[in-house]
DNA sequence: CGACGGATTGATCGTGCTCAAATCATGTGG
DNA sequence: CCACATGATTTGAGCACGATCAATCCGTCG
């Protein structure tokens, strides 16, 4: 059998002693933990939308780097939206192998269930700062408001396209195509004057990608000798040929 | 590259202009074609409640094995359940290559998007017959019934439960692991008197489960050989080991 | 009965995994 | 400021799982 990793929410605890002040992160006080003072939001905002329609408070908490955010089968009690860093949606089997489902980035909602619990286990990449909303008052705000209901539809059907796209990626691309795809999905998604800084770490990408840390280095290293994309520092690249990367994303 | 697969759409466009009458299959006539006088539908009926709900007109409409009800990218003019039969879901790669995301029995609702296209194309696995609305009508009376809007909802948090599930199965799971896990899904959702009559092929089996046709048929007939399951003919199978197999699936 | 598509089984191949070592980057304490 | 420790990344060598190619078997329907 494949990937038969021992590794497991690494140093997870640790960090997460030290991280918060005192309360657990895992319920978050509705008065703000020390976080930074909500700097750039994304220019459309689904959060905005439903909390400015029905009027629900949002407050802000913050998660060390690895720190879990909730757990896989845990209540859902809150909705979040990052406002800065990076997340790593996943579940697990039972052996330790890990397929990321999703990276939220800043002005991307998640976790937000239609039941009661989380599908997914949630960590912070990076030192990360999310808004929040009680996952009860959104329910009761969509209960009366059609616009928060259409919405809170709207989100739902956004992640489940996006796990459909990835499906097939699962399925059926080669290595080469999944690491294209990926870049192509980042660059998108977070590219600052022509150039990305990757949050994440390639054993993150690989368990992303249903591949191996190595295998992702290869591909990358190959894209790299054959000019497709440029290194500063194994996380900062810039991609020097997005059409040639379009042809090899299948 | 693997699975470098030239079928396409095999013998669709022949079955179609001989199945039905006249009418082209994408789009139904609303006066139903010659369907079968709606058989056993299932217990909980996601369809009642909202046609109920908002008193909708649900036709019927009939498509032969292999026949195509929708192609990815098209409008998305209505919203399905199957009433008998089998329906299948999937993506192609511009070589062929296929993913089916989800397999579609009865009572099952298919099609709903929340954008105007279809992200997945949709075929009848053998005869089916669909019961269908319009899409807009469907909209339409989620914009004035919160109660429909909220089953819309819940639908699509249903497709991306099933999604998220697969995809680890897709990017974690050995191909015997996946192969356990597709006849613990079957068993559930077909089994009679427990035994399933699976309506698809081992080629679509392999297309769900990201792998060839080939290592899905080794994998049952060493499930076989192991006395996990009984066969009468290739797609009447037995479990006679749940547990055995649950202990499989990682 | 024969023809056909579907399924099984066998032999071999290749992609991506495993194991291992070297290199690079980052941060820490002297 | 530098030396070192640590983790992340790259690179290499070899292997295994599942793919490919191919032949047979089986069941169904004309």
């Not at 539809?153 to 097939?168: C, I, K, N, S, Y």
């Amino acid at each position: 059998m494949y990937h038969l990793a021992i590794r497991r929410k690494e140093m997870v605890m640790l960090n997460q002693s030290i991280a918060n002040s005192v309360v657990n992160p895992n319920t978050p006080r509705t008065a703000p933990s020390p976080a930074a003072p909500s700097p750039a939001a994304p220019a459309v905002n689904p959060f905005a939308e439903i909390t400015g329609h029905a009027g629900l408070i949002a407050s802000e908490f913050s998660y060390k780097k690895d720190e879990e955010i909730y757990g896989e089968d845990e209540p859902s009690e809150y909705v979040y939206q990052v406002i800065s860093g990076a997340v790593r949606s996943y579940k697990l089997l039972s052996d330790g192998r890990r397929q990321i489902g999703a990276f939220h980035l800043p002005g991307d909602v998640f976790g937000l269930e239609f039941g009661s619990v989380h599908r997914l286990a949630a960590e912070a990449i990076i030192d990360t700062t999310v808004r929040l909303v009680k996952r009860r008052s959104l329910e009761q705000a969509a209960g009366t408001d059609v616009a928060v209901a259409r919405k809170l539809w709207t989100m739902t059907a956004g992640d489940l396209r996006h796990a459909e796209d990835h499906m097939l990626l699962l399925g059926r691309k080669t290595a080469m195509e999944r690491v294209a795809t990926f870049l192509l999905e980042m660059d998108r998604r977070l590219a600052v004057a022509g150039m990305m800084a990757l949050p994440m770490c390639r054993r993150d990408i690989g368990d992303y990608l249903g591949l191996t840390l190595e295998t992702v280095s290869r591909a990358l290293s190959q894209l790299h000798s054959q000019g497709v994309l440029g290194f500063s520092g194994a996380r900062q690249i810039v991609l020097r040929n997005r059409q040639r990367l379009r042809s090899m994303d299948a």
